[in-house]
């Protein structure tokens, strides 16, 4: 119906939009090579550079839609835009735990074990790959928000320390 014709709408322009960003992205690099004459970026390292930042979050978002996340933030009435942008707004070294304190707040991580996966550890994988980190990062992170009675060590994962905040907004990322 009437949903399905938007969810179709909404799959196309973030499609339209990350090919974009993609090319984009293509073109600062190709920019980048000009002016140093290779293929490193300026600054070899500097993980602070924007574009390494917003290409990391690219690839995390086309990871978790590979597990139906724009799908599922659709039929649950988020705003994908709104979700997105503030994703990024904690690209970097953030990006991982803060995410998978995100998606457990509004029951992706249930939804992906249950859907997607055969064990946790199968999961733990899986989002390792989308996050491009190690298995045992991605389930230290998705314990301590999953399980309050968890015993991970709260220093080392912290995407516990996101919780509150992303409760207190949650609203604000919804269609009305």
Known sequence: GEKDEMGKRIVTYLRTQSEFLITLLKKVR????????????????NENSTTEKLGRTEKVFNGLNEYKFFD??????????????????????ELMPFTIALLNEIDYLDYFFKEF???KSDGFKKLGKVFDTN???IKGN???VMNSKSSE????????????????????????
Do not use: C, W
């Open 117 to 119: 996966t055969k064990t």
């Open 30 to 45: 190709e920019v980048e090579k000009l002016k140093t004459g290779t293929n490193e970026s300026p600054m070899p390292g």
């Open 153 to 176: 060590d709260k220093l080392q994962f912290t995407s516990h320390e996101f919780t509150d905040e992303i409760r207190s907004r949650l609203d604000n990322y919804r269609n009305n």
């Open 142 to 144: 998705v314990n301590i």
């Open 135 to 137: 298995e045992r990062r």
């Open 72 to 93: 599922f933030l659709t039929i649950n009435n988020f705003n994908i835009k709104s979700i997105s942008l503030y994703i990024k707004k904690h690209a970097g070294k």
